[in-house]
């Protein structure tokens, strides 16, 4: 009943429905070749690139670009436990709202990213080819291990592969941490990676919002193009939950009285922290930490910070509509906002 009531699109689907073809206007200095060669060593170097955009389309792709809603559920965890997750960089175009697509960088193909769900102590075989046209590469905050190596930049058409395991549970952002990281991270480039506690959290409806800010530049045959400069401005377009402006206030998100509710927000920022919030209700738990310690009750709000990533619980004492916003409210009125509908 629940998993019909939130509407089926994962990122695999998006991937297919949306044009692979991205053009070939990557701007000057984000070529292949650049001196990127360590994905976070160089990213002082921003001072060199270009306060430029990102690759738009092809011409007249935009109104061929279907809306799709992102699917918050929180996919179940394998009995294996080895992980294997290949990701295919892909430079796209998506709409985030009915009357806005975006040149996004991808990862295969929807932003966020695939929604990875293991177990502490697993282990991810991780692989990622690029598929774009400029270098790439991936920065897994679940774990830990030499960045220099695994996370280094791969030119198009190649591969990095690197193993982990994630020592401790939580929410983690992962992301292309390219130079300028900004301006890979801020073009969609990540996702979420929800590494459970070895004994499980109490049963739950478990969600997964991904929060980002959007700067956008004007758009190219209906394609606009995220701006570097706007990013270094710090004042964003809009703000997301799942890279789609409040779109589950369109599509708001059911589920069964009674139940308990897991939000597993992870904040993609780039730059400003998500001050997490749902009108009339409290966090019954929040975990400061690695689940299941640092817990704290009764919470109004708690911001989570750009890179970071928190769990927050609640049981809704009443059936009703509950919004959960980001309160720093000039961020949730530019999108950071969605409905949770506790049906009686
Ligand atoms: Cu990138």
Redesign the pocket.
Known sequence: MLAAAVAACGPSEVARRTPADTGSAAPPGQRPGIRNADSRADTSLHHAMPASSAAPGTAGAASSVAFHRFDPMLPPVSAERVTRLHFT?KEVPLRVREDTVVAA?TFDGDMPGPIVHVRQGDTVEFTLTNG?S????MDFHAAQIDPKTAFRSVVPGQSVSFRFTPKYPGAFLYH?G?APVLM?LGSG?FGAIIVDPLRPLPRAVDLVLVENEFYLGAPQNGIAPFDYTKMLGTLPDLFAFNGRPAQYQAAPIHVPHGELVRFHVVNAGPTHPCAFHVVGEQFDTVYLGAPPASAIHGVQTFGVAPGGGMIFEMRADTPGEFLFVNHAFGHGQKGAIGSLIVDG
């Open positions: 960089v960088w774009g400029i270098p790439h590469s292309c390219t890979h480039m």
